[in-house]
């Protein structure tokens, strides 16, 4: 089992940048697959970014490709998103995920953070 918490989120106004960070407890940190996630008042939760288990490969969503880069320290047990270039629809309430595999359907993670609220002021 694993625990994540997020931190990073706050104010920002367009075209700034912001580094969120999701630590886990526990030693299987590595045996993750990691996610990061996000919601808008009256969406549905998206998929933003996920990262292998040995931080090799990555995958991004169209809408932050070029601006976002995820990361992952496994000896530090912590996932990171670089927000850069932000624009004012990235508001919303970011969460980091963990699974097993990793998925751009949140459905498939088991272990979820409380998430960090970032907004991009116009």
């Known amino acids: 089992q694993v625990q994540l918490v997020e931190s990073g989120g706050g104010l920002v106004q367009a075209g700034g940048s912001l580094r969120l960070t999701c630590a886990a407890s526990?030693?299987?940190?590595?045996?993750?697959?990691m996610g990061w996630f996000r919601q808008a008042p009256g969406k549905e939760r998206e998929f933003v970014a996920a990262?292998?288990?040995?931080?090799?490969?990555?995958a991004y969503a169209d809408s932050v490709t070029g601006r976002f880069t995820i990361s992952r320290d496994n000896a530090k047990s912590t996932v990171y998103l670089q927000m850069n270039r932000m624009k004012p629809e990235d508001t919303a309430v970011y969460y980091c995920?963990?699974?097993?595999?990793?998925?751009?359907?949140?459905?498939?993670?088991?272990?979820w953070g409380q998430g960090t609220q970032v907004t991009v002021s116009s």
């Open positions: 990262i292998v288990k040995s931080s090799g490969n990555t």
């Open positions: 995920a963990a699974g097993s595999l990793w998925h751009r359907d949140y459905r498939r993670y088991d272990y």
């Open positions: 526990g030693r299987t940190f590595s045996t993750y697959a």
